[in-house]
């Protein structure tokens, strides 16, 4: 149980354009979802919380207007890197927050994304 | 300041040999503690967590972690290191509804 599936798992894309990255909780509702960033054999940076029904928070650093996180219902967090340029490339990985045997949180399979 | 370090960036063990795998923490309290294991190109497994009660916390494919307060430490251990194991570990804390990473460690096994 506790499944996040994230979509796609990889993509390219010209520089200028728009790419969505889809995270969605499979067997729960989850009312929070987090939005990481991984640079290669670099650590997890969160980018952002977002919670269903309202703004995404963001970390400080993080452009808000360039990383567009929407978290319409429970089950489905997306997050739109706009215009991507070359140095949008990287490794994004969604998590949710699950209260499941305690807390925890279920990790999405993540998205290399690759901006050309 | 608040923080996770993991001291050890790359660690190389033989095949059948013990592992430790290093995370520290410094937090005003004790935060729930974490690892997780990544392979390359996909998204974080967890191994363990620990919230409170038995210092000595078991996971799944034969890891276990001891937390020590004394120490403000949360070690990884794995007695008999398969090939499969070879990846990038992290250690995570969450405190107050915020989950952060420490740099991660490499593992690699050589046969």
């Known amino acids: 149980g506790a499944v996040v599936s994230q979509h796609p798992s990889w993509v390219i894309c010209k520089s200028g354009t728009s790419v969505k990255i889809e995270c969605r909780s499979l067997?729960?509702?989850?009312?929070?979802m987090f939005w990481y960033r991984q640079f290669p054999k670099q650590s997890l940076m969160l980018m952002a919380t977002?919670?269903?029904?309202?703004?995404?928070?963001?970390e400080q650093g993080v452009e808000k207007d360039k990383f567009l996180i929407n978290h319409a219902s429970l089950t489905l967090s997306t997050l739109t890197v706009t215009s991507a340029h070359p140095e949008d490339s990287s490794f994004y990985i969604c998590?949710?927050?699950?209260?499941?045997?305690?807390?925890?949180?279920?990790f999405g399979s993540g998205t290399r994304l690759t901006v050309v | 300041a608040q923080s996770v370090t993991q001291p050890d960036i790359h660690i190389t063990v033989s095949e059948g040999a013990s592992l430790e795998l290093r995370c520290n923490y410094s937090?005003?309290?004790?935060?729930?503690l974490f690892w997780y294991v990544q392979s390359p190109g996909q998204g974080l497994q967890l191994l363990l967590k620990?919230?409170?009660?038995?210092?000595l916390v078991q996971g799944i494919k034969g890891f276990e972690a001891e937390f020590k307060r004394s120490q403000s430490s949360f070690n990884l251990r794995k007695p008999s290191v398969h090939w499969s194991d070879a990846a990038e570990y992290f250690c995570?804390?969450?405190?107050?509804?915020?989950?952060?990473f420490g740099a991660g460690t490499r593992l690699t096994v050589k046969p």
């Open positions: 998590s949710a927050r699950v209260e499941i045997d305690g807390y925890g949180y279920t």
């Open positions: 977002s919670n269903e029904g309202s703004k995404a928070t963001y």
């Open positions: 995570a804390v969450l405190y107050n509804n915020d989950m952060r």
């Open positions: 067997d729960f509702q989850a009312t929070t």
């Open positions: 620990y919230f409170s009660g038995d210092t």
């Open positions: 937090y005003g309290a004790t935060p729930y």
